[in-house]
Every structure is written in C-alpha cells, then in structure tokens.
C-alpha cells in the first residue's frame, strides 16, 4: 500500500473555506479524547446453510471505433469489473459458505430492449440488477420491477434527477452525481485559488446536464463563471492529427479573463481539443484534462494497487470508472449478504442505508448510502492524464455529518421524495 | 504535528528520558522505505541512522531472525523475500515467497515464515533453511495482517477485502475458523498470554479484540479525536507490552498512536507522531516504541513508560514497517 503525500496538498488552515451548509466542530480545548466503547458483540457462529446469489448485470457494449483509437472503450468495459467483483465475493464466500454468480446481458444493437433483459433476469430468479446503462433505461427497468422487491443498483448514469425529481425506493447509486464530480473539482479550484472559471458547453443534453452541474458547484463554493460559450466547432478531439488547425476554435477563448476553462464534453468529442489551444496559456478541467472521476490507472493509494493488478491479471487491461462502479456494486451486495447472511433483499435493501453498512472501495474511507436519495457517498479523485492531482473532499471542508457530504446534495437540499 | 516540531521538542525530552531511564540498551531497528527501496539502520541508543541498505523493490514487511544475524524483507513487487547479512548489509538470499509477499511473521522456533501473499488470496508457509515451500493455504482477498500465538499453535491471517481473521492452525496448515471484523483488517497482535487477539481495521477505524478460545469479538475499541475527522482515524499497527497492560496502536493519517489500557479497554492517551503512522516495533526490553510515519518519512520514538515521544528520526522515502534486533 502506498500513500503519498496527500497531507501536503491540503490548504493552509487561512485558507480554508467552509461551504454554506456546513457546520464547524472544531473542539479545540480538549487534548486528549477518549475511548468510546460499544457493548461486547458476540459474533454469531458462521452459517451452515450454503448461499447462493446471482447479480445482473445489464450493459450496453460501446461500438468499436471507426478507425484507430488509442484509448476505444474496451467491448467488457463494466462486464470485466463485474467479473473482479464475483471473484472476490466468492473468495470471501468461501468463509461464510456462499457463493456469487454473474448474469450478464449485453444489449448489443439499439433494438434491444433493457425492460425486456431485466424481466427476463427477475424471472430467473436474480434479485439484485447492475445497470450501466443511461438515464431513461434506469428509470424504465426500476419502474418496470418496482413490484418484484429487486434491488436496482446504478453503476452508469450521473444524472442528478435520478437522486432528485426522479428518485426511486429501489434504486442504489454507486457511481457519483455530476453535481458531487463538480463539487469535486470546485473544491480543488477553491483550494487553489483559481476562483474565474471559461464554461465550454457542448451540444448533447448529456452536456448540457454537466455545465448545469458546474454552475451549481460554482454557486455553492462562490467561484466565478466570467464567460460562458457553447462549442460549435465540431468533433475535432476526434479529427486526425493532421487536419488543419481550425482557426476559430482557438480564436474563440480570446479576450476572456479567466482562470481554468471547464469543458463539458461527456461523449469526448472535442473536450481534449481545448487544452494547450487555448489564446492566453490557461489550464483545462471538466470531462476532460484535469477531470473528477472514481477511477484511474495512476490511483495507487489505500490499496488501490492491488485491485489494479487483480484487474489487469483478469482482464488484460487497465481498470476504467465503469469497471469499478460495477465492480463496487457487486461488493455493495457481496458485503450486505456477508453481513446480514441473507440475500433477501428485502433486508440487504434497508440495510444499505443503516449507519452500520459501510462499503471499502480503496478511497481511505469507508463508503455508505446516503438515506435520502441512496446515492453511494464517496471520496472522488481528481486527476490528470499521468497523475493523482487531489482528492476531494479535500482539507478543511467540514461537514457536521462527514466530509464526504460536502460532495453532492445534502438532506436540506434534496429533492428526492421515495413512495 | 509534523515531525520538525516535534525534533524541536524532543532534545529536550530526550534529556529527561535519560535521566529517568539511564542509558539505554543498544539495539539495532531496522526501517523498510517502501518507495526508497532500502532499509534504514537506527542504533536505539544514539537514535541515528547508521546506514542504509538496497533491497528489492517495494519493501514492506520486516523481521528479524531469532539470532539476530538476518534480516528478511519482503521485496512485494519482486515476489520474493530478501534475506540480509545483519552484519554486512548484503542480500546474502532470496526466499520464494509467492507472489506480492507483504507482511509475515517467523515462527517461535526460528523456522518456517508464515508469509501474507496480498495479491494472490495465500497464505504461504516457507522453510527458511531449505527455500522451500512447505504449504500454500487459501484465505480472503488481500491478505496482509500475520499473528502468531504465543504457542505457535495458531496462525492467524487478516484479510483486507473479506474483512476476516482466519485461524490457521500451524500442524495442519488447514484453516480452522474465520472471524469477521470490522472493514480493511491489517493487523493481528496476540496478547502474551495467549488468550486474547487484537485485530485493527483501517477503513472501520476500530479495534476488535478477539477471545481466542471462542473465535469471538469480545469488545471493539473506537477512537475519537477532538479536531481529526472520524474517517482519518485508520488503525493498523498494534502492540502489546509483555506484561498485557498497555497496548499502543498506530492511527494512521490521524498522526496519532493511541495508548490504551489493554486490561480494561480504557483508552488513556493519544501521542502525536509523524504523519500517516502505520507500523510499531518494541525495543526487546520494550523501554521502547518505533512507529513508522509513511507521509513525514520519519520514525518516532516513543518512551513506553513515560508515554511520550522522545525523538523523531529522518529515514528514507515511505517507511512502512519496522523490525528490532533482539540483541
């Protein structure tokens, strides 16, 4: 296990900020806590019936590029996450006499139908469904199995209106909101001091869902949008590296005064275009450059090596968000079966936002569900290309229930009412 | 508090230290740099570095032979254990270790290694004088934590990602039972009399103490400091004074070792020490504790009597574990 200096990135306590809705708990006079402890546990002898739990997972296989892509979406992107994450539910299983198995549907062409795959799961048997598949699928599937009691567990969709307006009981969100990624990335601005911020808007909803979000983050952490365009320029991060030069797209960030441009370019095509062609020498973040997510090949702390090469011995090949979001989702279940010694999920389901629950997915911190709209609430790393650049949420941004909660909407703000 | 302030303090306190204690006993601490890969000599009576030694890449976990004479090493990404000429700072040998060896632990009698395989799910048992591997026993995923009971009998393996205390029993190399604990278990400490087993859980931020007769948890230990996020309070290293009163624990990025009354739980003090500590070693006569401090790339020395810190020692980059001659 490696652990770089991560305490050296902090802010210096002068410059620390507090976001609106926190509440400082600094006891400052005592010098020496105590120790709180909790009634002897006995722990229950270990189960003598053997368990057996099928996890879905439905996914969506990106299509193979049209031509030479250095980074294309690998076809098991997800799957092979999946596959990490039965493998160590079952070694552990090999303890407690349960075993995990995967069911996985691809949905191949546009025809096939994701309500379709997941009845057909729930038939079968399986009661806990992954989903790595957009918004409109995830609502479509949990409506359509809201009466079967199957836990629906999103590894796919940011979308804040899934956590918001369009909340469901039976849905888990193990992978970040846009509005807790933003967050991310405005905590390191704030702890920067780059306070102007260039938003660059693609054309997608997709797009325009994350600018949204990055107005958000701004407000909440008092940074400044000073400019604001739409990119109108095209694919060109997927033009070749030949093509000429497009004079306008560099021409159009001139005369803005700005510290950091944020791209929002969820599909990756043209976010990467930005940087180093930008008129004044500036940096560049957002869905590409210097970009908030849950996983990348540099992350080597807190054990993240090991699951690193336990990945790429399985699979080939680097581990990607997908793999881990899904990878994450089936130890969501792995540890609520191991801990419960059920796979009922009509106890797995309510035990995943008991304060007792709590998921370790190589962030340094444990990880939980957040009661009012079930998302997963994590440490989100902001990094470069080749490097761990911060980790939010960083130093100083206290929250009176953990720090983790200044990351996305809080209970006050939420929207999201469950029936 | 960083480990320069502490420097500062410590000239001080070193001098009151040794007017309470007389001059100490010399030992010879051995440090593993995780990301310098060396190792770091300290004499622990003048409390400097005497050397540094090469060794594989990525040195975690350390000990030392009953004789003093070798050193071993775990070399995690050259799967392999080093073993080093305490006399002349050589690699003399390898030890296949199984792949991505991370923390082990030497058997009362001097032979086998029980050795933690993190990548791999194994436990693997190697006869040190042949090079041989006498057995491969299958645990959680990542196991890391190596406890033996004070009889030998009983091994016992923490599993990070299962979050388990196996029991191995050491005749038949079979595990005999498995004890869940809180999440990310990196280590397990037997109380010398053998009746209790202290498990840490980095990422629960808890202590379990286990009942080794009735493979149960009997008490958890949490830690509460005012002005440290709960979440950066991350146990792992533990040790016991022979006598069974005290136990100290290392808190990770909390910077803190935790003094705790090990007879009644009772939690006394909080000593701070470099950043990120992870693991602790006794001097023999256990007047001392080294604590390797990772993120400050220091050592502290803690004074086990007065429970204070009496010195920091600059060593190499990421010092991840410690191991102390027994002469």
């Keep these: 296990m490696h652990d770089p200096a991560f305490e050296t990135l902090v802010p210096r306590p002068g410059r620390r900020r507090l976001i609106r809705t926190a509440l400082v708990l600094l006891a400052l006079a005592p010098a020496v806590g105590h120790a709180q402890q909790q009634a002897p546990q006995p722990a229950p002898p270990p189960p003598t019936q053997p368990l057996d739990t099928h996890i879905g997972l439905i996914y969506r296989p990106q299509p193979a590029p049209s031509s030479y892509d250095a980074e294309a979406a690998p076809e098991d992107e997800g799957l092979a996450g999946a596959r990490m994450g039965i493998a160590d539910n079952n070694t552990t299983g090999r303890f407690t006499k349960q075993t995990y198995a995967l069911d996985d549907v691809a949905l191949t062409d546009d025809k096939s139908d994701p309500v379709a795959a997941a009845k057909n799961l729930v038939a079968k048997g399986v009661r806990y469904l992954i989903l790595a598949l957009p918004a409109d699928a995830v609502l479509a599937v949990s409506d359509a199995v809201k009466d079967s009691g199957v836990v629906v567990l999103n590894a796919g969709a940011s979308d804040d209106r899934l956590r918001g307006a369009d909340c469901r009981a039976n849905v888990f969100h193990v992978l970040p909101s846009r509005a807790m990624l933003t967050d991310a990335l405005a905590q390191y601005l704030t702890v920067m001091r780059w306070r102007k911020i260039f938003l660059i808007v693609g054309p997608t909803d997709a797009d325009k869902a994350y600018a949204d979000a990055v107005r958000n983050s701004a407000r909440k952490f008092a940074l400044k949008i000073t400019a604001e365009k739409p990119w109108t320029f095209g694919p060109l991060a997927k033009a070749r590296g030949d093509t000429p030069t497009r004079a306008e797209a560099m021409v159009f960030t001139r005369g803005l005064d700005y510290d950091l441009a944020i791209v929002a370019d969820e599909e990756g095509d043209w976010g990467d275009y930005v940087s180093y062609r930008t008129v004044d020498p500036r940096p560049v973040g957002g869905t590409q450059a210097l970009t908030p997510t849950t996983w990348s090949p540099v992350l080597e702390t807190w054990g993240a090596a090991q699951a690193q090469n336990r990945f790429r011995r399985l699979a080939s090949r680097l581990m990607r968000p997908l793999d881990y979001q899904v990878w994450a989702a089936v130890r969501t279940v792995g540890e609520a079966v191991t801990a419960k010694k059920t796979n009922d999920p009509a106890v797995i389901a309510p035990y995943l936002v008991e304060p007792d629950f709590t998921l370790p997915a190589y962030k340094g911190v444990p990880l939980s569900y957040r009661p009012w709209d079930h998302q997963l609430r994590q440490a989100i790393i902001v990094v470069q290309p080749k490097a761990l650049v911060s980790v939010a949420p960083e130093q100083g941004f206290l929250h009176q229930r953990t720090p983790l909660d200044t990351l996305g909407v809080d209970l006050p703000e939420t929207t999201c009412k469950f029936k | ?327």
Excluded at chain 2, 287 to 292: G, N, V, Y
């Design chain 2, 1 to 327: 508090m960083s480990g320069r302030v502490e420097a500062g303090l410590s000239v001080f306190a070193l001098g009151a230290w040794f007017a309470l204690s007389g001059p100490a006993a010399a030992y010879t601490a051995y440090i593993t740099n995780e990301k310098g890969n060396s190792v770091s000599v300290i004499d622990t009576a003048t409390m400097a570095v005497t050397g540094t030694w090469k060794v594989g890449r990525r040195p975690r976990g350390v000990t030392v032979s009953k004789d003093g004479k070798e050193l071993f090493v775990c070399a995690s990404d050259d799967d392999r254990i080093d073993v080093l000429d305490t006399s002349s700072g050589k690699v003399v040998r390898s030890l296949r270790s199984g792949p991505d060896p991370e923390q082990f632990i030497l058997d009362a009698s001097g032979n086998p290694l029980y050795v933690a395989n993190e990548d791999d799910s194994q436990v693997t048992i190697i006869d040190i004088e042949k090079n041989k591997v006498l057995a491969e026993v299958p645990v959680g995923v990542e196991p890391e934590g190596m406890g033996l009971s004070p009889d030998g009998k009983i091994l016992v393996n923490t599993s990070e990602t299962t979050n388990m205390a196996h029991f191995i029993d050491t005749k038949t190399f079979q595990v005999i039972d498995n004890v869940l604990v809180d999440a990310r278990p990196r280590f397990a400490e037997f109380t010398a009399d053998g009746k209790f087993l202290w498990v840490s859980a980095e990422v629960g931020g808890t202590v379990s103490v286990i009942d080794v007769a009735q493979h149960r948890v009997i008490k958890k230990i949490t830690f509460k400091i005012p002005s440290v996020n709960d979440e950066a309070i991350q146990p792992v290293g533990i040790r016991i004074t022979k006598d069974g009163s005290k136990a100290f624990v290392a808190l990770g990025p909390a910077n803190r070792v935790a003094v705790i009354d090990a007879k009644s739980y009772e939690l006394e003090k909080y000593l701070p020490v470099g950043q990120r500590v992870w693991q602790l070693a006794f001097t023999p006569d256990q007047k001392m504790l080294f604590t390797t401090n990772g993120t400050s790339n220091d050592v502290s020395v803690i004074d086990v009597t007065a429970e204070k810190v009496v010195k920091s020692i600059p060593v190499g980059l990421l010092p991840w574990g410690v191991a102390i001659s027994p002469n």
